[in-house]
């Protein structure tokens, strides 16, 4: 007999409740994305103790292709904030008022 | 012995388990929420990356536990191989290595309302697995079971080259838009792709010029290249 899929599920819960509130509170954007990153493997535990408590491996696909989706996304992102900063000197979520009228 | 009894049984699941599971499990659970609360707190982009790492190999363990071989695999190879890295890359490049104030805040009521939050959809989420049933279908009941035949990995690739095929073939399409779209971000604005010289500097007499001294043409797009090499190094015309 193996642990209870519960405290993985839990163990994930709280794990993605961290990554949420750190997005919250943090204003540097790398960090932000960072915490997006813990949220994200906080599903992917979720989804992987899914696929173990059903014996099901459609739920360890799903985790493969949220893998690639992220790594896509982290991508971007971090393209998107390069440009962004590359002429500012901090990189702050504050500083990005552009669009202010 | 009789008030132990319920004690017992209400532990007797977690007594059943072998000491390695739950050891394993409790040590992963440390190094998982230590990293996350690291990443969250630390006012260092560096060490918030490197509490990254420290997470996402727990998590890599904790896939290990549940028999997801192939996943933890890729989790260390994707995520801490490559992310990670993308991560310190970005932080080295744009020099923003230095201390966040966590002291000022332009909003005073958001701390306190994001803890509040957390705190909520904690709760949400630990009442949602605690209260419902999430495992309504029997076991096995898609019929690709995770472990059958030839182990994790087998049963993974028969999962994506079967019935997902048409997702995986979209997510390498996702992947080289993911690399355009990271050439073109990356690019300083205004900046000429690189002319091949060699039409140019050719010394075929046969070649065809525009002015009547061939020599003096030559020289001034010479000269032309090597200002803009002088000059440019990257840095295109605003």
New interface residues.
Partial sequence: MTLSGNWFLALAAVLFSIGAVGLLIRRNVLVMFMCVELMLNAVNLTFVTFSKMLDDINGQSLVFFVLVVAAAEVVVGLGIIVSIFRRRPNATADDLNMLKG | MASLFPLLSALH??L???TI??LV?AVC?VI??SG??G??LSSN?VY??LS?VL??FG?AV??V????Q??AA??VV??AG??VV??LF??M??G?D?Q?SMRSE?LPA??P???L???A??GE??AL??LTH??T?P????G?????GGG?TA??A???FT??LL?FEL?SL??I???L??VV??R?PGQHPIEPPSLVETEDPNMPMIGSDPDEEIEGVRNVDAESVAFGGGRGPQ
């Fill in positions: 699941p977690v059943a388990v072998p599971d739950r499990f659970a998982v929420l996350a609360l990443v969250v982009p918030a990356a990254l997470t996402l998590v904790l896939f536990e549940e028999d997801a192939f996943l890729v989790q994707v995520y490559a992310i993308l991560f970005v932080i490049l744009l923003v230095r966040e332009r958001q701390r309302l994001a803890l939050l957390g705190l959809a904690l989420l630990l697995s605690r999430w495992s279908a076991r096995g009941a898609s690709a079971p995770a472990t059958g994790n049963a993974l028969r999962s994506i019935t997902y997702p997510t996702l992947l838009i993911a690399v779209a990271a971000l990356a300083r």
